[in-house]
């Protein structure tokens, strides 16, 4: 090869690497969070009285979850929780089932107690020097000694012997604490911590004083610390360590061995000690968990029914795959314990033989309201769920239908109904990387691909056609994680709409959703909130809340941007943990050019188009409460009402434009119903209906002073793609098709295998299909038998209710579907197709 050759390969390799760098900015960004983690638990805490009470805490997503069915089903916590920093560590006092007593520490807020079981809670940081805290820890005398420590993120360990009322600092802040542990009985008034250079601490008179033990070589940082079931007379406990496994220590720490044999990873998460018969386990960073039925001579692994996701590993996480471990009060009995990671919950009722993943992501929450804009004539509701999919309503709520047909998944993230819905009927929901439209109410969805922006695409092209022998169609742009849909006003002769996005900024379509363009990305922000001026075919504007950057606008249609409320940016660049901006803007916007915001600072006001902002100073909610939903009146030129959503504190409504607030819902908070979704009828000032979500949806007919809970039923798919709760016992198979929920069915033709579903309601249908060689299935709830369903039928028939049971007791309930080696004596198959099934509240 000559020269020139060599030089015309060297170019040709220098463009094609050129052009694969530019395939991967384009098409790759953000694929590193193609499944950000929705379902990792932070903390886990067991009750003391498990074996009486079934109690269980979790933290997910920065929400505290309590469940009091041994983790069946879950109740948001939110009164009184307003933090706006991450939660980090939860204790439950050991004489629990008496004073009902929790803590809760923060990164930033300090501490919050309860003494009603966790129902609702009030901060307690007086003399608390540091509210950055990481690790909570409670005597197991706390009845009668009172006395909870709790260590700074930083450094720093602080105790109070009054039940959190007065905090007083016990060892300073060179020292990082990761674990503590109490002793008891005879030794009740020792302590013992670890900190993150492998040293141990301990105090025998009560924190007052403590002796530093030498560090274990090599370990990296203590931790976790379990006492052992006889340490209530001698000093004797196991110490968990980042590097070097388990050590065994009968001093209090003074000198350690190591106890490994049979661990085959050293990065060790948690340690708990059975009370009952001395059994130990252990949580790993990747190995899930070990247990020791010697004393920490031997461990072996214990893993079945575990899972992983990869994903915890991704420099952009680098976290656990299992964290927190829990064993039930009775374990010796009942052989309970629960296991907290990355992937989930897991319970093993064995003693740790095999687990089975909890559902703690429940299909009920709202995450997208929208009302018909002929709501006064057609009573139309759709809403979007977490894991649940979409619905509609055309009776303001007293009947729902679900509409999945079409759907690839059931986590969808918003939903939008055109303003000309009257007549076009078309709809519009988002999922993580795809665009759906229906155009017939939600009975069908289209999967809307868009195409690549023409400039990009030309691009790419000329870069195939010139160094690819045989040029490939070029790979289709994604719109990765959209956050938000805003159509405009004049939707029915525009045909634009905006997409906001998780990590790519906003997007255009100026014909329905067929084709989009990447018009603005503030360097990779979040895009929480996107409002179009109700004027917007004349003034084309547009604000933009950024999680963390704070509010923009444009007045161009999009094609320029600029920062708005350069004063609310400041706090957002001041405490970057605050979540989102939360706009909402004036009908009369022409007129009065006012737009309200909502962060986590309080509630700001604008009546000059963004140009300055004032701040609103609200005693009712504290005035710099974390504000999470806003929602104007159609009618604010003259009822000047609005009504926003505090964390923690419940809903407030204004009928002077701000100027002063009264609380109103009062019940909604105190049963820890807490909205993150707000919306006026469009007939508002003569209906004086709102809506709010969030748990649950609930319905106002009195201007948003009293609620009710509007019931619907939940849908659970036959694969939702993040917990599979149905659980199927046998060899079942997936098959895919544009007429199921969701697009497919799970099926089997062998006889005895089955699918079963633990619900909590007051009733369930199964959702199936019926075709000409379908079999018969038993049918039981709660291990009864209830009957026989004959799947055949000479049509091919989708979405077909196969079963269904009504009036069941309020509570925990199991449906289980069987395989049988039965069928009609028409059919040529014995197959048993299960496509959904509805949960009725």
């Not at 017939?440 to 160094?467: A, C, E, Q």
Request: with cysteine.
């Amino acid at each position: 090869m000559n020269n020139g050759e060599l030089k015309y390969l060297s170019i040709k390799l220098s463009f094609i690497v050129a052009f694969l760098l530019i395939v991967f900015l384009i098409f790759s960004v953000g694929d590193t969070f193609a499944h950000s983690p929705h379902d990792v638990i932070s903390i886990l805490e067991i009750s003391p009285n498990y074996d009486q009470d079934k109690t269980l805490f979790i933290t997910i997503l920065n929400k505290l979850l309590k469940s009091t069915d041994e983790g069946f089903s879950w109740k948001q916590i939110v009164r009184g929780l307003d933090n706006k920093f991450k939660l980090s560590s939860i204790v439950i006092s050991s004489s629990f089932k008496f004073d009902k007593t929790v803590f809760i520490s923060s990164k930033g807020d300090g501490i919050y107690k309860s003494q009603d079981g966790g129902s609702s809670w009030f901060k307690v940081n007086n003399r608390l020097g540091n509210l950055n805290l990481c690790l909570l820890s409670v005597s197991p005398d706390y009845h009668s000694d009172k006395i909870v420590l709790v260590a700074g993120t930083k450094g720093g360990l602080y105790e109070s012997k009054n039940g959190g009322e007065s905090w007083y600092q016990v060892i300073d802040d060179s020292i990082k604490v990761t674990a503590i542990a109490f002793f008891s009985g005879l030794k009740k008034n020792h302590m013992l911590v670890g900190d993150h250079k492998g040293i141990l601490y301990l105090s025998t008179d009560s924190g007052k004083t403590w002796r530093q033990h030498l560090p274990i070589p090599d370990s990296g940082a203590i931790t976790s610390i379990a006492v052992s079931s006889n340490g209530f007379s001698d000093n004797t406990c196991f110490i968990g360590t980042e590097k070097r496994g388990v050590f065994k220590t009968v001093d209090g720490g003074a000198s350690h061995v190591a106890v490994n044999n049979g661990l085959s990873t050293n990065h060790i998460t948690s340690l708990a000690i059975s009370h009952d018969d001395s059994t130990i386990f252990a949580s790993t960073w990747y190995e899930a968990v070990f247990r020791s039925d010697d004393n920490g001579k031997t461990w072996k692994k214990y893993s079945t029914g575990v899972t992983t996701d990869p994903q915890a590993d991704d420099p952009n996480y680098k976290l656990p795959h299992f964290r927190d471990l829990r064993i039930s009060d009775t374990f010796g009995k009942d052989r309970t314990i629960f296991l907290g990671g990355f992937d989930g919950l897991f319970k093993s009722t064995d003693g740790g033989d095999v687990w089975t993943q909890m559902e703690t992501m429940s299909p009920k929450p709202v995450i997208g309201l929208a009302l018909s804009p002929g709501y006064r004539n057609d009573s139309t509701v759709a809403i979007a769920t977490f894991f649940g999919g979409a619905y509609i309503t055309d009776d303001r709520g007293t009947t729902w239908k679900v509409i999945n047909r079409g759907l690839k998944i059931s986590k969808i993230m918003n939903i939008a109904i055109s303003p000309n819905f009257s007549l076009d009927n078309t709809m519009f929901t988002i999922s993580n990387s795809d665009f759906y439209k229906s155009t017939n109410r939600g009975n069908n969805w289209d999967t809307i691909k868009p195409s690549l922006h023409k400039r990009v695409m030309s691009i790419v092209s000329r870069l195939y056609d010139k160094f690819f022998d045989k040029p490939k169609k070029p790979p289709r742009e994604r719109i990765l994680f959209p956050t938000v849909i805003a159509i405009s006003p004049n939707f029915a002769s525009d045909s634009t709409i905006y997409l906001g996005t998780r990590y790519r900024g906003v997007f255009r379509s100026v014909d329905g959703g067929v084709n989009w363009s990447s018009i603005w990305n503030p360097n990779g922000g979040w895009i929480t909130s996107l409002i179009i001026s109700p004027d917007f075919s004349s003034d084309r504007t547009i604000y933009a809340g950024v999680l963390g950057k704070g509010i923009y606008t444009t007045v161009d249609g999009g094609d320029s941007w600029q920062s708005s409320a350069n004063y609310i940016t400041t706090f957002a660049e001041r405490d970057q943990t605050t979540p989102s901006f939360y706009i909402s803007i004036s009908p009369n916007y022409k007129k009065d050019k006012t737009v309200f915001a909502g962060t986590g600072e309080g509630l700001f006001k604008t009546i000059d188009g963004g140009k300055s902002w004032q701040r609103i100073e609200a005693p009712a909610y504290d005035g710099n409460g974390y504000i999470r939903a806003i929602a104007i009146s159609p009618n604010f030129q003259n009822d000047e009402t609005v009504i926003i959503s505090v964390k923690g504190r419940g809903l407030f409504k204004t009928i002077d434009g701000g100027a002063t607030f009264v609380k109103i819902g009062h019940n909604l908070i105190n049963n820890n119903h807490f909205f993150i979704l707000l919306e006026f009828s469009p007939a508002y000032s003569t209906d004086n209906t709102i809506y709010g979500a969030g748990e649950e949806l609930f319905q106002s007919t009195d201007g948003g002073n009293t609620w009710n809970f509007i019931p619907r039923p939940i849908r659970y798919e036959n694969k939702s793609g993040q917990q599979d709760v149905v659980h199927y016992q046998g060899a079942w198979e997936v098959l895919k098709g544009n007429d199921f929920s969701t697009r497919s069915v799970s099926h089997s033709n062998v006889a005895y295998n089955k699918a079963i579903l633990n619900f909590v309601g007051t009733g369930a249908s199964w959702i199936g299909t019926e075709s000409n060689d379908q079999g018969v299935a038993k049918v039981y709830i709660d291990r009864d038998f209830k009957g026989y369903v004959d799947q055949f039928s000479d049509t091919r028939n989708a979405m077909v209710r196969s079963y269904s049971i009504t009036d069941l007791d309020y509570g925990l309930h199991t449906i289980m579907i069987e395989v049988t080696d039965t069928k009609n004596p028409k059919s040529t198959g014995h197959r048993i197709e299960i496509d959904a099934f509805d949960v009725v509240p």
